[in-house]
């Protein structure tokens, strides 16, 4: 069974632009979470959705949403890109609680 | 929100020694996870510990949960190259809609 897959794997962007990242969950998996990691604040949740609705919302702010679509596949959008955004972009996805299957990840880096 | 606290943050043996990892918290936790993340792949679970007291076994990797479901640790015997990484910790809500809390890891060298 494939893994979790993550496109583009390395973005450069420069500040103010937007970007939009895309995760394929494991095959047969209804839920789909985003997390962010960075040297400083290591991982941290994002988002979680689920036949297509957001479940739970981590603490970042509204420039940081995501859409999930009817075949499971999610997206996640970033606007007005600050420095501070660069990070490691993961996607996970799970059939149970607690059970991440993470993908490896968006490298984003924001100039 | 129940942080985890791991411990040390970095470490650096030598290939075939033993070495220990720790996760703290002052919270109880219905279960804690161990996940193992190599350079530029996302974490990969390596065991979920629910009971206190639990201990686990991964081969040389060795889980146990505290007797308070409050900490959690890591022992490797025998640690070699491929142990190389970072090491988290992390708990969910139970019901899994919030999002796993991870700890901000142990980076582990195992030189050869």
């Known amino acids: 069974k494939a893994g979790v897959t993550q496109t583009p794997r390395y973005l450069i962007k420069t500040r103010g632009q937007q970007v939009t990242l895309s995760c394929s969950p494991i095959?047969?998996?209804?839920?789909v979470s985003w997390y962010q990691q960075t040297p400083g604040q290591g991982l941290q949740f994002l988002f979680e959705?689920?036949?297509?609705?957001?479940?739970n919302k981590g603490n970042f702010p509204g420039r940081f949403s995501g859409r999930q679509f009817s075949n499971s596949r999610s997206e996640m959008n970033v606007s007005t890109l600050e420095l501070g955004d660069s990070a490691l972009y993961l996607c996970?996805?799970?059939?149970?609680?607690?059970?991440?299957?993470f993908g490896p990840g968006t490298r984003l880096t924001v100039l | 929100t129940q942080l985890l606290e791991q411990s040390p943050q970095f470490l650096s043996i030598q290939e075939g020694e033993n070495l220990t990892v720790y996760c703290n918290s002052s919270?109880?936790?219905?279960?804690l996870q161990w996940y193992r993340q190599e350079p530029g792949e996302g974490p990969v679970l390596l065991v979920t510990?629910?009971?206190?007291?639990e201990v686990k076994k991964l081969k040389r990797l060795t889980f146990q949960f505290g007797d308070a479901r409050k900490d959690s640790s890591l022992h490797i015997t025998a640690a070699q190259p491929g142990d190389t990484g970072l090491y988290l910790c992390?708990?969910?809500?139970?019901?899994?809609?919030?999002?796993?809390?991870f700890g901000k890891g142990t980076h582990l060298i195992i030189q050869p």
């Open positions: 996970a996805s799970r059939r149970k609680p607690d059970e991440q299957f």
């Open positions: 095959s047969g998996h209804r839920s």
């Open positions: 959705y689920f036949s297509e609705t957001q479940r």
């Open positions: 919270s109880v936790f219905s279960s």
């Open positions: 510990v629910v009971t206190g007291g």
């Open positions: 992390a708990h969910g809500s139970g019901g899994g809609a919030d999002g796993l809390t």
